[in-house]
């Protein structure tokens, strides 16, 4: 999954309950009206590897079998229009390959053998970033984020790789090794993208600003995947900072396995010149300032709302510095002498001084 600005969006991927009984077609189904607004789902509990970690799981050709049965949660899915499609106020699976999800009665059980699964994973993972960024106040006492119904084409990408574009404004996820769409911190990575996007546009348009996108992306999706853990109670067994845990397990040998992690510790002389080697420079500042608002008793939800809303005023080509600066001078107005000394100190730890 890889972004670069998002013309040509994605988060590279080395190559990122039961049930599932028939459901009623919608040429003979009665839809469920416009007041059912809340379904249920079954989704993965952010995803396999991270809930349970065991490291030894593989895709094994999208077999039920490959996964314990634990590996999954029924979760509200909020928010729907009640058209009987997973379609609502945040999130729009538009188009995908197999048969399209619909309910009768706003129910969608699946498990990983059935393409409806991951169309059900897409809504409720993009419906939860959109709704873990307006529990931080974006679209109430702050400005909005994204704040519109997400098109999502599930499977519609033949090769193991996902992205966003900001021309036709959908996100689209891949399939092959472990299908994209299987693990909520690829699909919340891409929305991540959708986020810059709406905030500044054209975002991404220099090395660097490109390579923050792809950071905060990694960054997004760790944060919303252990909050979502923390809303329902789910269990995390796998290192926080690993990104895309089972994704990863295709094309990774060693453990744990991840995509990319936010603690690698680089420095900004260690860049590349390739956006998502460097963008673990800025997600490892992010990380880093993360523990530190901790360690202040801020919590990490200050500074996730510090950084969301700091991003309004990055340039579309911004730098690594000019950004840290906006960022910084976001903590002193919001947080005070304290934080803001926090994120100079996580920026400087890469290097990133202004």
């Not at 988060?11 to 059912?36: D, E, N, Q, R």
């Not at 994973?121 to 307006?134: D, G, K, P, T």
């Not at 931080?136 to 996902?162: C, H, K, M, T, W």
């Not at 010149?273 to 939800?301: F, N, P």
Request: hydrophobic share 35%.
């Amino acid at each position: 999954m890889t972004h670069t600005p998002r013309t040509t969006v994605a988060l590279l991927a080395a190559t990122c309950l039961l049930g599932g009984g028939a459901l009623a077609s919608p040429a003979t189904a009665t839809k469920p009206g416009s007041g059912s607004a809340t379904g249920t789902g079954s989704v993965f509990m952010v995803n396999p590897v991270q809930s349970s970690g065991d490291q030894s799981l593989t895709d094994q050709k999208d077999a039920a079998a490959a996964v314990p049965a634990t590996a999954y949660a029924t979760v509200p899915l909020r928010n729907l229009d009640g058209s009987g499609y997973l379609v609502g106020r945040w999130a729009n699976v538009r188009s995908n390959t197999g048969p399209t999800a619909y309910s009768t009665s706003n129910t969608f059980a699946y498990t990983r053998d059935d393409d409806r699964f991951e169309q059900v994973m897409a809504y409720f993972w993009v419906n939860q970033a959109q709704e873990y960024l307006q529990s931080l106040g974006f679209g109430s006492r702050l400005r909005p984020v994204n704040a519109e119904s997400q098109d999502v084409r599930v499977d519609q990408y033949g090769i193991d790789n996902s992205y966003s574009t900001d021309k036709q404004d959908f996100i689209r996820l891949g399939k092959g090794g472990v299908d994209d769409a299987e693990d909520g911190e690829v699909i919340v990575h891409e929305y991540g993208h959708a986020v810059h996007d709406s905030q500044v546009s054209g975002f991404g348009s220099s090395l660097d600003a490109g390579s923050i996108g792809e950071a905060f992306g990694d960054y997004l999706s760790v944060t919303v995947g252990l909050d979502a853990a923390r809303q329902y109670g789910w269990p995390v067994k796998a290192p926080e900072p690993c990104v895309a845990d089972w994704d990863s397990v295709s094309y990774t040998s060693t453990t744990p396995h991840c995509l990319r992690r936010l603690d690698t510790g680089l420095v900004l002389e260690d860049r590349k010149g390739e956006v998502h080697y460097d963008g673990t420079i800025w997600s490892g500042a992010l990380w880093d300032i993360r523990q530190r608002y901790v360690a202040l008793g801020l919590g990490t939800r200050a500074w996730d709302t510090t950084l969301v809303d700091s991003q309004f005023g990055y340039a579309a080509d911004t730098t690594f510095q000019a950004a840290a600066k906006v960022t910084y001078a976001a903590a002193l107005k919001r947080d005070g002498s304290q934080a803001a000394a926090a994120v100079r100190a996580g920026f400087a730890a890469r290097h990133i001084y202004f």
